[in-house]
């Protein structure tokens, strides 16, 4: 991901006050398949209690093969089960820009994990996926 973009991730969900950054702890994920890279930077996550947490997934094509790539937030429930949000699709090939999405995740059931998924597909065939967390 470009340095602005990410910079721009940070400045963004890095903004709070210092009592609000005290109880509202912050990360970032890196995570790259072939032909994808992505990262999820999010604030106000806390282990095993959080309902609702800020994120943005940024999103870049890595490799001139005519494929596209994807992410999505992964969520892990106490009992070991995972929740796969939504896909974020991004179409612009190896453009250096790549795209970002800000958006906030809420399951009333709480994440005990958080993660970021990154795939390259063709069509709606996913042909390459890593999870990191």
């Known amino acids: 991901m470009p340095l602005g973009i990410s910079l721009a991730i940070a400045l963004t969900l890095g903004a709070s006050s210092g009592a609000e950054a005290a109880t509202s702890p912050s990360g970032f994920i890196k995570c790259s ?7 999820l930077d ?31 937030l ?3 429930y106490y009992s070991g089960d995972k929740h796969y949000w939504p896909w974020h699709a991004y179409y612009g090939g190896v453009d250096g820009i790549g ?6 995740a809420t399951d009333s059931n709480g ?15 996913m042909l390459y996926r890593k999870t990191c967390w």
């Open 33 to 39: 398949t072939t032909g994808a890279s992505g990262d």
């Open 42 to 72: 999010y604030s106000g996550f806390s282990v095993g209690t959080t309902k609702t947490v800020d994120i943005a997934l940024g999103l870049s094509d890595t490799d001139r093969d005519g494929h596209h790539v994807r992410i999505r």
């Open 74 to 76: 992964v969520t892990e």
């Open 99 to 104: 795209n970002t999405w800000y958006t906030t």
């Open 111 to 125: 994440m005990y994990e958080i993660g970021v998924q990154v795939a390259t597909y063709e069509g709606s065939t």
